[in-house]
């Protein structure tokens, strides 16, 4: 799914994304409102959602996707790569951030990457760009709330379907958040997490 008020970008990229065998352009929508509309109905494997919306907040936008269409894995396209801007949108749970200017190739590889893996997130952004980021996520304290009661729940021995049940919020979720949390924390592990984030004061100790 497109959605990009721009309509020859749509174009150009419905053209390339047809020409791919693995790959078919089940809608596009000038607008947020009709974008989500046609989620609705179509439920697509992945939504390329433009930053700069006409008709509203693209956060907004990614929460009523992730909201009407929960298994689509959406993507963000912009001119503009503003780490705050990325940040809060991978924290909304999109799958990746492009910039506009991703060959065509890249496209289809990232599109490909978040199908392929639950808790890949894919960045074509500008390396100061990513640096801050990277910086940013290595911060125990920019744990979201989600993210806290996320490993809170592991520390608890919870099961990714247990904790699904418990947030009422689908597995796939779950395990994004999870490697996000390993990213931040730099842990390679759901044990090693819980302990790094004890020992910093994130959680509780269980008993």
Excluded: W
Aim: with cysteine; hydrophobic share 45%.
């Amino acid at each position: 799914m497109l959605i990009d008020d721009h309509a020859l970008l749509r174009e150009v990229m419905r053209e390339a994304l047809d020409m791919e065998p693995d790959m078919t352009v089940v809608g596009d929508a000038a607008t947020g409102a009709e974008g989500i509309l046609q989620c609705k109905t179509e439920q697509p494997d992945v939504v390329l959602l433009d930053v700069n919306i006409p008709d509203g907040s693209v956060t907004e936008a990614v929460h009523a996707i992730r909201s009407i269409s929960p298994h689509s894995r959406v993507l963000i396209v912009g001119m503009r790569d503003d780490p705050v801007l990325v940040r809060q949108l991978l924290e909304c749970g999109v799958r990746g951030y492009l910039n506009k200017s991703v060959s065509r190739i890249d496209l289809v590889s990232s599109i490909r990457a978040v199908c392929a893996d639950d808790i890949r997130t894919v960045l074509h952004i500008s390396a100061e760009a990513l640096t801050s980021i990277a910086s940013a996520s290595n911060d125990p304290d920019m744990l979201t709330k989600r993210e806290l009661e996320v490993l809170t729940l592991v520390s608890k021995a919870m099961s990714n379907r247990q904790i699904s049940r418990r947030l009422a919020i689908a597995e796939g979720t779950v395990k994004r958040h999870l490697g996000t949390i390993f990213s931040k924390l730099g842990a390679r592990s759901r044990l090693e997490a819980v302990n790094k984030a004890i020992s910093i004061g994130l959680i509780p100790r269980v008993g």
